[in-house]
């Protein structure tokens, strides 16, 4: 079955610079969230896009935005990296009106140098 | 926002059953109980889900009690691939989605 796609897997910046990651969803599915996971931690919701709209915010940074297209792909951009940024960023996505599981893609590493 | 309490850790043999815990004795009543699971900094994989019923599927069951204040995850014949954080959450309820709230997990380490 098809499942959440990421990109890129790895990304290394250095810091002040900006990033955008992909997440493409389950086909079908509307809702779209990210996560972040710091070294040793556990992941944080940041936010979630529902219908291309915004559902809610988490602890996203506000250097970091996100949208949702028409195609229900969405993209995190993030500007003035900071060091503190480096993590796994995961996408996951799911279907409202099917309990909502959520499914997580591979994620992507992104390296703040 | 219901908390759930998990053991930091525990071990398994390989081929035996693993039975995790978790309470949540702050559930409430439409709020469903959700396992995951992280393989090493892998993405969380959906395990399997319950409100009030016992469940189960081709990866696991889920017991809940009947006050729903706490349940077990139980994999059936665990092989060194289980070896993964295992994440009990209580889903909250957020418009029309619902974010999960990741605490620590149980970490589980199958021995062979």
């Known amino acids: 079955a098809a499942g959440v796609i990421q990109s890129p897997r790895h990304l290394i910046k250095e810091k002040r610079e900006t990033a955008t990651l992909k997440c493409y969803p389950i086909p079908r599915h509307d809702t779209v969230y990210w996560y972040q996971q710091g070294p040793g ?7 979630s896009f529902y219908e291309k709209m915004q559902s809610d915010k988490g602890s996203i940074p506000d250097r970091f935005s996100a949208q949702q297209f028409s195609d229900y792909h969405s993209e995190l951009n993030m ?3 900071e060091l503190g940024d480096s993590a796994l960023y995961f ?9 909502d599981t959520q499914y997580f893609g591979p994620g992507t590493r992104l390296t703040v140098l | 926002d219901a908390k759930t309490t998990q053991p930091t850790s525990m071990d398994c043999a390989e081929g035996r059953a693993a039975n995790l815990p978790c309470n949540h004795s702050t ?4 709020e469903y109980v959700y396992w995951y699971r992280q393989i090493h900094s892998q993405g969380p994989q959906y395990i399997i889900h319950g409100l009030k019923n016992n469940e189960t599927n081709e990866m696991a069951s889920l017991i809940i ?6 349940s077990t995850l139980i994999l059936p014949h665990a092989t060194l691939r289980d070896t993964a954080v295992y994440y009990c959450i209580v889903r909250v309820p ?3 989605d ?15």
């Open chain 1, 41 to 47: 931690q556990d992941p944080q919701f940041l936010i």
């Open chain 1, 91 to 99: 996408c996951a996505s799911s279907l409202v009106g099917n309990l």
């Open chain 1, 79 to 81: 500007s003035s990296l």
């Open chain 2, 98 to 112: 619902y974010k999960l709230s990741f605490g620590a997990g149980t970490t589980v380490t199958v021995r062979a």
């Open chain 2, 27 to 30: 559930i409430s009543g439409n």
């Open chain 2, 94 to 96: 957020l418009r029309n």
């Open chain 2, 65 to 70: 009690t009947e006050d729903r204040k706490s």
